[in-house]
């Protein structure tokens, strides 16, 4: 495109005025012809002075319509060269046309003097114009019929004749009509009339079924015959029944324009949605279709515009209307030959918005959920962008390796940033931009993969706030820009490793975008919700075992929901179980303080910047005018938080937290959210996750999409039988979803044993050779197992004393409750460091050995191999207490893997061999494999190798080098480390030296992985230096040299060179 | 099986025994001091909000109360044991006496996870303790606080249902209400200060001036905080603090040689008492590993964190220049490091001695309770001074006459003290 982009934002001004006299002359049209009361002519007469100002030059256009014999024109209307005709059609016959005459020269345009537009509206009104008529004179006929209808036949007769003369199709189909109703109300003679159709009634019916081509006999003279079927009909019906059925099928047969557009896969968006608004006009006179009729359209529709996903489909026709796609469609942004769709996003919000939207005529509390403004550009239009840009090698780009795809991403962001939209694309963003006003908006990716059942998606795709300020070429400028930068997130690095994970790299992907407006008030420089956050119809998360998992879950951030819909390990989101609001994650001041929001993110709309604010900060300087901030903080007073009373905290002294205390406890928040999560998955037939934010005043529904699993999280499939010595042990109560595959390690605190420990330092030492382990194990490939409560503080008899980083490397924490004597004790569920274990994935799992048909194998544990003491032999007293399984070598081979499903309320743990797939595909999510990418070890394999080569032994002092870890496993990740031990026996300057070398190389790889996986981790790699000593008492990580399991991988070191 | 497993309560009885062996005691006492004198058990039916009944497990165990009503703390814990809460009473018996305040030993709790009870739930939990117990606690014989994942909100709710039982307003009932509703002033400030106050006596005696000393602490919590306040103000110049960083679950000493200021340092530092690293470097810190506290050349140690935080290993580390070490953490020397420490000659404050500061502020509160009127900070604090300098010198000076190590001094006076309250009264 050689046009600026500037240039093209300032024409557009001029054009988007020009549209807006354009819709107004249609809706004058329209309207004249649906006035009730108003006559042909006066009809006529009216829109002849409606059309002009709907023209460039209003002031020297004139028009005419000629109709048989009769001509309507304007006053000073001439005949000019410069003109525009369309043909005024009823029922196939040209009737009449319609003219549009400037009276002097203009520039040469589309089409003489007149644009492309006006060319569209001229057919438009010709169009509505046809239809006026032919129901105008079906009308006049009813209505003269039914006045005198003395004679009772001829009121209908007089019809059918008509149609005889001018529409025998209709006729036809009219009388077919007739005998299926005959039919109906079980008239046997009417079944004879069916061979007047078809010839084929005739014949033997096996001939329908036959394997080759039937004849047809057309009959030429059914139209003569079809006589038989009315007088059949007025034998049994009341005369009523059969004009009024007749008038029916008359009127539907004229919405068989809207069937053919929607049948055919060739036509356009823009004519689909040509035809809907003329099938709305013609509702809104009062048509009435069939139910089967509607629910065919009905259905085509949410296939062309929303969803093909058939549970999507199935959901969509309970719940919405074809008026309410119609609504939709003035909020569409597409070009003429779209074929797009909403996208998933999109179909799903809108999903969701009707549902609500129904629920809330029936239900007083639903007053309060609004949805944000939102318009949507179809899926397809990125397809004409990159085209009309000559991208197209993009396309092909999500074949080329990962690595490359990364190198490449920054600079496609640059080119697509670069890349002007379609202007008609710009065009539909201007009226949405006036629709908008200059609140900041969001702009969402909405893929078509994205609504796949079970696929997350989630923050794959960009969305992006802008800030929407300035003027208007400026907020359009720089909307375009975040649209632009969404779209070639379709080409990033991380969206394409996912679909090559779930085998959808080769499906077809569109994206389609939303744009919503930011729900928030302004306070200061920032724009923001007064809180917004995620919510779930199922709890994943319990706390408490009195939470059910259909209490659903909340998470809860002040200001702008991405830090409630992110986990980060350094904030910390509110959450409550809606169905059991009572019951609070945080019960001490510690807690409280500990697990609540930090930070506030928030939009500056002086900088047109996204920012994270320090929570305190803020409220000492916003704490006033932040909106309905009483019911959101509460005042820290002693050993305990208070809901701020009377004139609300003082923000200058008081210390505040973030509770949101007072919102559950004093409003109907919770109450309200529960029934909108219960309602949703009611409706929508499966659970569900909302997103939502809160401007201080009413509440509003962001996204609504089926409650996404983590790939982690995906009910298991248990098995039927499992052989018993392959089932370690079983669990039966409070279990969630999920898969914990290829366990290599088990680190088993025995209840007993435990329990028996008479000192307390002893029990100290228990956790602290944990914390130990934690270190030594290989991340997420080891599971912990205790007594009752991990984390106790205080009564350490309860459970062993750890804190959270001396656990935060294992894949699952699980707690077994040992009846001790009539006493089963009451589990932690992890609240000790809960919202830690949340936020950074690690598994809970409580056990009750003793219930009845739960398994659990002690001896497994007790009588297996304990290698505790080659791991920590300082802690070797210990060994009766802990004990650490190597799964591989005690069991020939196999791993552990514990499979979770909540709807089964079953857990298991068994043994197998290695999957190579982490996923268990569940039998109702049909997923792809996710293979561990080969690339990450092996490329640290070969370059630990290397270092190892380069290494001077012996102007370092060092022994040996000796590779351990998930790099040796294997099972290196892109954000893996790579873990070193190097036996060292040189002098204290030698290792300085050794260190700094080493660091070179650490930060170099450190950015050779960075480009490769755009991971950064500071320095790749962990290395453990240990001296002869340490390999003599087998102390520290010198205990994985030339270990039994798991043994560090000696390194071929570089030759001696001195 | 249970017989060899970790128990407090045969822990607190071999403890008490070899106080009594030392002492002396006839077997009589010996007899009557290492049981509590009683006990209850009972059951608390609550109704739930979902309507049902639970019924949960209650303890109050009132181990002696010669001295005067018996003080301690109600535990909301799900693995609450009944030797638990006897061992508890039984150090608080020894804990009032120390610092020689007229009050008993006592303990009590419930077994519950607050964390699976509504708030409305533990309100009708805390009123169902009170009313089970009513006639065997009040303010002239056993005065509950606050204690594990109990707070002053309980309290209120318990002291509203006792008023309510008896028929008149009985603040003393009950300690740690909020200020303002019964609650004493300088409670925050009282356990830290209190350790300062001995340590101020201590360099006293040992002919130090405190203006010309340096102190390294190990913790920056509350207590850390007050006692570094009044080190301070006392002229003395704090120069080490670590603190525990959560997120990296690890701990770091923050060291500046020529003496930190404590308010610029509270500046960059969190509720929990976690100082902000790149701050503090800005400040002019250097940042060292969790062990540096312990190494720094100071006159002053203040271990207010953990326990066993000073071990056989890590004994060895401390520089020669120390002369004291003040324990504001409960148990932060393991035995063999304290071998170690009575060798070298270095003076320890008992944590039992040290941090008594608490105790005797939740004293004030019922004194101030019984008798209507609230006392200004500055009275509280001067008051607290005089009874944390009088039982310092107390110790010290039973420590001197008998020649016995400081931390045996402190158990023996108060083993002392409560025998003798009972031969008193006639009993033993």
Not at chain 1, 570 to 575: A, E, G, V
């Amino acid at each position: 495109m050689t046009e600026k982009p500037d240039k093209t934002v300032n024409n557009l001004i001029d054009e988007l005025k020009e549209r807006a006299k354009e819709l107004n002359c249609l809706y004058e049209v329209q309207e004249t012809l649906t006035q009730p009361g108003i006559n042909q002519d006066e009809a006529l007469q009216r829109i002849i002075q409606v059309i002009p100002p709907g023209w460039q030059y209003p002031e020297i256009c004139v028009s005419r319509i000629k109709l048989g014999n009769k001509t309507y024109q304007s006053e000073n209307y001439q005949k000019t060269p410069w003109v525009l005709h369309s043909d005024i059609i009823v029922q196939d016959q040209v009737e009449g046309q319609i003219s549009v005459n400037y009276l002097e020269e203009k520039p040469e345009l589309h089409e003489g003097p007149f644009l492309r537009e006006e060319r569209r509206l001229i057919n438009t009104v010709a169009d509505q114009l046809g239809n006026y008529l032919l129901q105008y004179r079906l009308q006049d006929l009813f209505n003269k019929k039914a006045k005198d209808s003395t004679e009772p036949d001829t009121g209908w007769r007089v019809v059918l004749s008509l149609l005889k003369k001018t529409d025998p199709d209709l006729l036809i189909t009219t009388a077919r009509k007739m005998v299926h109703h005959l039919c109906d109300h079980g008239i046997k003679e009417a079944e004879g009339l069916w061979t007047l159709f078809s010839s084929a009634y005739r014949e033997d019916r096996d001939i329908l079924e036959a394997n080759f081509p039937y004849q047809f006999k057309v009959d030429k003279e059914a139209v003569g015959t079809l006589d038989s079927v009315f007088d059949l009909a007025e034998k049994y019906l009341e005369q009523d029944e059969i004009f009024s059925s007749i008038q029916q099928w008359i009127r539907e047969d004229q919405t068989g324009f809207l069937v053919n557009t929607l049948v055919q896969p060739g036509r356009s968006l823009s004519e689909i949605l040509n035809a809907l608004d003329r099938f709305i006009l013609l509702a809104e006179q009062g048509l009435e279709l069939s139910e089967a009729r509607k629910q065919s359209v009905k259905m085509a529709l949410i296939r062309r515009l929303l969803s093909t996903h058939e549970s999507y489909v199935q959901s969509a026709k309970k719940h919405i209307e074809i008026q309410d796609i119609h609504k939709l469609s003035d909020k569409m942004i597409y070009q003429s030959g779209s074929h797009g769709k909403l996208g998933g996003k999109g179909a799903g919000i809108f999903l969701a918005m009707e549902v609500i939207h129904k629920a809330l005529r029936n239900q007083s509390l639903f007053k309060k959920v609004k949805t944000p403004k939102t318009w949507y550009i179809v899926s397809d239009v990125i397809f004409s962008y990159i085209e009309q840009n000559n991208l197209e090698e993009i396309i092909e780009h999500k074949y080329l390796n990962i690595g490359e795809i990364r190198q490449e991403y920054p600079y496609l962001i640059h080119v697509f940033k670069n890349a002007p939209l379609p202007p008609e694309i710009i065009k539909g963003l201007s009226v949405a931009l006036d629709d908008f006003g200059d609140v900041p908006l969001i702009v969402r990716s909405s893929s078509l993969l994205e609504d796949q059942a079970g696929m997350s998606f989630a923050g794959k795709y960009k969305s992006l706030f802008v800030s929407n300020q300035g003027t208007k070429e400026e907020r359009l400028a720089s909307l375009a820009d975040a649209i632009a930068e969404v779209y070639a997130s379709l080409f990033g690095p991380d969206p394409i490793e996912y679909r090559y994970e779930h085998q959808l790299i080769d499906h077809h992907e569109e994206m389609g975008i939303l744009i919503q407006e930011v729900v928030g008030q302004r306070v200061g420089p920032y724009y923001f919700p007064a809180f917004a956050g995620v919510a779930f119809s199922q709890n994943e998360f319990r706390w408490s075992g009195r939470i059910k998992k259909e209490d659903g879950l909340v998470r809860l951030v002040p200001g702008l929901g991405t830090r409630a819909v992110d986990r980060l390990t350094d904030d910390y989101p509110i959450m409550v179980a809606p169905g059991q609001p009572n019951l609070r994650l945080n019960s001490t001041l510690e807690e409280t303080l500990r697990y609540s929001p930090r930070k506030i993110d928030v939009i500056n709309l002086e900088k047109g910047t996204f920012e994270s604010i320090n929570i305190d900060q803020f409220l000492k300087e916003y704490g006033q005018v932040y909106p309905g901030v009483k019911k959101l903080v509460s005042v820290i007073s002693e050993d305990q938080t208070r809901i701020p009373a009377g004139l609300g905290p003082d923000f200058e002294n008081d210390k505040l937290v973030f509770t949101f205390d007072g919102l559950f406890t004093q409003t109907e928040f919770l109450s309200l959210l529960r029934t909108v999560l219960t309602e949703l998955e009611e409706k929508l037939d499966h659970p569900i996750d909302i997103e939502f934010a809160c401007d201080g005043d009413d509440f509003y529904l962001l996204q609504c999409r089926s409650q996404s699993y983590g790939d982690e999280n995906i009910p298991a499939e248990i098995p039927a039988a499992i052989p018993d010595d392959e089932l370690i042990f079983s669990a039966s109560r409070y279990i969630t979803n999920g898969t914990i595959p290829n366990i290599s390690h088990i680190v088993y605190v025995d209840p007993t044993a435990y329990n028996q420990i008479s000192t307390r330092e002893e029990m100290l030492d228990v956790g602290r050779a944990i914390g130990r382990l934690n270190q030594i194990l290989t991340k997420r490939r080891f599971i912990l197992m205790g007594p009752g409560r991990w984390g106790s503080r205080g009564d350490i008899k309860l459970g062993v004393n750890v804190t959270y980083s001396d656990i935060s490397n294992t894949a699952a924490l699980i707690e077994i409750a040992q009846k001790k004597g009539e006493y089963t004790p009451d589990l932690s569920f992890g609240t000790h460091f809960f919202q830690d274990l949340v936020e950074s994935s690690i598994r809970y799992l409580p056990i009750y050995p003793h219930h009845k048909g739960v398994r659990f194998n002690r001896e497994f544990f007790t009588q297996t191999k304990n290698i505790f003491q080659e791991l920590v032999p300082d802690y070797a007293h210990l060994e009766d207490t802990i004990h650490v399984i190597d799964v591989k070598t005690s069991s020939q081979g196999s791993l552990l893997h514990i499979l979770m499903n909540a709807e089964k309320n079953l857990a298991v743990a068994i043994l197998d061999e290695e999957k190579k797939t982490l996923v268990t595909p569940s039998p109702t999510l049909k997923r792809g494999d996710r293979r561990i990418r080969e690339d990450h070890w092996r490329w640290r394999f070969q370059t630990a190798e290397q270092l190892a080569a380069n290494l001077d032994p012996a102007r370092f002092g060092v022994q040996g080098i000796y590779l351990f870890g998930s790099t040796k496993n294997a099972t290196a990740g892109p954000q893996s480390d790579i873990d070193l031990i190097i036996h060292f026996t040189g002098t204290e300057k030698q290792k300085e030296d050794l260190k700094l070398w080493l660091e070179g190389w650490s930060l170099s790889l450190d950015e050779i992985n960075r480009r490769r996986t755009g991971y950064t981790t500071g320095g790749l790699l962990n290395v453990i230096f240990v001296s002869d000593e340490d390999i003599k008492n087998r102390t520290s990580y010198a205990v994985k040299i030339g270990a039994t399991t798991d043994a560090a991988f000696p390194l071929p070191l570089g030759t001696d060179k001195g | 099986m249970s017989d060899s497993s970790y128990n407090p309560y045969t822990m607190a009885q071999k403890q008490f025994d070899n106080a009594a062996e030392l002492l002396d005691l006839d077997q009589a006492t010996r007899d009557f001091l290492r049981v509590p004198m009683r006990e209850y058990q009972f059951s608390i039916p609550v109704r739930m909000d979902d309507g049902s009944i639970k019924v949960f497990r209650g303890f109050r165990v009132q181990h002696n109360d010669a001295r005067g009503p018996s003080k301690g703390g109600i535990r909301f814990h799900p693995q609450e044991t009944i030797n638990t809460v006897r061992a508890l009473s039984m150090w608080m018996t020894w804990k009032c006496a120390v610092v020689d305040i007229p009050l008993g030993g006592g303990k009590g709790g419930v077994i519950c996870d607050p964390h699976n009870l509504s708030l409305n739930e533990q309100e009708r939990l805390c009123r169902g303790w009170v009313r089970c117990l009513a006639k065997n606690v009040g303010p002239l014989s056993d005065v509950p606080a606050p204690d594990v994942m109990t707070n002053s909100q309980h309290m209120l709710w318990m002291l509203d249902e006792y008023e309510t039982i008896h028929g008149g307003k009985y603040p003393g009932f009950i300690t740690g209400k909020p200020v303002g509703m019964g609650g004493s002033l300088g409670r925050t400030e009282a356990t830290g200060y209190g350790v300062m106050i001995t340590v101020r006596e201590a360099m006293k005696e040992l002919g130090i001036d405190i203006q010309k000393t340096t102190a390294s602490f190990q913790g920056f919590g509350n207590v850390s905080q007050y006692a570094i306040e009044l080190y301070q103000q006392m002229g003395g110049t704090p120069i080490c603090v670590s603190c525990w960083i959560q997120k990296e679950g690890k701990a770091y000493s923050f060291v500046k040689k020529d003496g930190f200021d404590l308010e610029r340092l509270r500046e960059i530092t969190n509720h929990f008492g976690e100082i902000d690293k790149e701050k503090a470097q800005d400040q002019g810190f250097e940042v060292l590993d969790s062990g540096a506290w312990l190494e720094q050349d100071v006159d002053l140690l203040v271990p207010a964190a953990l326990e066993n935080q000073i071990t056989g290993e890590s004994v060895p580390r401390i520089s020669k220049q120390v002369k004291i070490i003040a324990e504001g953490a409960n148990g932060p020397t393991t035995p063999e490091a304290d071998e170690v420490i009575k060798e070298r000659g270095i003076l320890v404050i008992p944590d039992f001695l040290a941090n008594a500061g608490g105790v005797t502020c939740s004293y004030f509160e019922q004194v101030q309770s019984n008798q209507n009127y609230f006392w200004a900070k500055e009275e509280i604090l001067g008051k607290l001074d005089l009874k944390m300098t009088d039982a310092y010198l107390a110790v010290s000076k039973f420590a001197k006459t008998n020649k016995i190590y400081m931390r045996d001094a402190a158990y023996m006076i108060s083993v002392e003290r409560v025998s003798k309250a009972c031969q008193a009264r006639g009993w033993v």
